[in-house]
């Protein structure tokens, strides 16, 4: 298993500014996503982050809005940008394992646009 | 595309039954199946991981069956406590869709002392 750390647990900001939140593996993992869990629903995936590529965006997320780093294989930030209330969420990260993709969650940000 | 739906949306059970809940998805050709339990305003802590080969999969109080001709899992809870008060979660990994995962909405399971 994975130990998955993110920083930070929980954020208040305005709208129209920009918020990066980390995530951080216990161990090198070549697969990373990002999802989204608005209130009361079910996650969507963001994005497929593998380290030495570009991220792969799902249908109905973009780049400019969600930029997304992957440094090395432990770590990677994703961005909010220009939030609007409608971007209140949880943010999760996840990292899938190469042999049985198994996937392992962070604790989540809880972001809050005001 | 991949649907995943779970049934009942919401359960309320007194402690000491036992349970099933239930997971569909609607492409067969799926990699893998995997059940979390997600608490309020937390992660994902994973369940029982089923591989497309398997069959049932037991953790403990849990079992996890998959029956993938008929787009179909369940996680049979045992002897439920007011711990296991949580909301309960399935995702699919398939073949056909970028490999990635799909969740189902969830099953919030309330378990009464």
């Known amino acids: 298993s994975a130990v998955i750390s993110q920083k930070p647990s929980r954020d208040i900001c305005q709208r129209g500014t920009s918020l990066t939140i980390q995530c951080q593996v216990d161990?090198?993992?070549?697969?990373m996503f990002w999802y989204r869990q608005q209130p009361g629903q079910s996650l969507t995936l963001i994005a497929t982050a593998n380290q030495g590529s570009e991220a792969t965006y799902e249908s109905g997320f973009v780049i400019d809005k969600f930029p997304i780093s992957r440094p090395n294989l432990t770590f990677s930030t994703l961005t909010v940008s220009n939030m609007s209330p409608e971007d209140s969420s949880i943010y999760l990260c996840?990292?899938?394992?190469?042999?049985?993709?198994?996937?392992?969650f962070g604790p989540g940000t809880r972001l809050t646009v005001t | 595309k991949q649907e995943v739906t779970q049934i009942p949306a919401a359960l309320s059970v007194p402690e000491g039954e036992n349970l099933v809940l239930n997971c569909s998805f609607t492409?067969?050709?799926?990699?893998?199946l995997q059940w979390f339990r997600q608490d309020p305003g937390k992660g994902l802590t994973s369940l029982l991981l089923i591989q497309s080969s398997q069959r049932e999969q037991t953790s403990g109080r849990l079992n996890a069956s998959l029956d993938k001709s008929s787009g179909r899992s369940t996680l049979y809870i045992a002897a439920s406590q007011p711990g296991d008060s949580a909301t309960y979660l399935c995702a699919v990994r398939t073949h056909n869709y970028g490999q990635n995962f799909v969740f189902g909405p969830g099953t919030r399971l309330s378990v009464l002392p």
């Open positions: 996840s990292v899938a394992s190469d042999t049985f993709y198994e996937q392992y």
């Open positions: 161990s090198q993992v070549t697969m």
């Open positions: 492409d067969s050709a799926i990699y893998n």
